[in-house]
């Protein structure tokens, strides 16, 4: 949903804040060839079961966050079986930094050029928000298995104070997220993912 003047004004001094500190740090994009994963995803030292699934969409929450209308910790993981090279990829990581522009604030961008090791990549790191919660996105955009992925690492905070916590969270944890989810290697391939049940 739209970021209403409150959040917005919140999510605007966070992006200067962290921009100014150098919260979000470049990655290390050592990236292995990605895992087969089907109901359970290891991330980030946790584990996160499937808990919903349409079309080519998946959502992950760690044990404890089974409420999907109140989650705090999320690992959404959706597949675009259209996207095989690298143009497109690029061509889906902009239409989903226009996506976050048109309901949030950009953080920062990054893009890994192709190597004879690996295909090219790019991040997105967003604040989005309404006046009832803030949404940090990490959003990583790669070939898995040829087909185009993005992995969206999200954090939530909700209530009127969510813009102050949101800052202290992201200078805490942002970089290391980030980090965590450029190198992260078990990256469920779509295989596994079209094998997950569908929700109604």
Not at 113 to 128: D, N
Not at 171 to 183: F, H, P, Q, R
Request: proline content about 5%.
């Amino acid at each position: 949903m739209m970021l209403r003047s409150r959040a917005a004004h919140a999510c605007m001094a966070l992006v200067g804040l962290l921009l100014h500190c150098g919260v979000l740090a470049a990655a290390d994009t050592r990236v292995s060839p990605p895992a087969a994963s089907a109901k359970t995803l290891s991330f980030d030292g946790k584990v996160y079961l499937h808990r919903w699934s349409k079309s080519s969409q998946h959502e992950f929450t760690p044990e404890g966050d089974e409420d999907l209308s109140r989650w705090r910790d999320m690992l959404t993981v959706n597949t675009h079986e259209a996207v095989r090279n690298g143009d497109q990829l690029a061509a889906l990581a902009n239409s989903i930094l226009s996506n976050y522009q048109a309901h949030g604030k950009i953080v920062r961008t990054d893009s890994k050029p192709r190597t004879p090791q690996r295909p090219a990549e790019h991040l997105i790191v967003a604040l989005l928000g309404s006046p009832g919660f803030l949404e940090a996105a990490f959003a990583r955009i790669v070939l898995v298995d040829g087909v185009g992925a993005a992995a969206v690492y999200s954090h939530r905070i909700y209530g009127q104070d969510a813009g102050r916590l949101m800052g202290e969270w992201l200078k805490a944890n942002g970089a290391t997220v980030e980090k965590s989810l450029m190198t992260w290697e078990a990256l469920p391939t779509p295989a596994s993912l079209r094998s997950l049940p569908r929700s109604k």
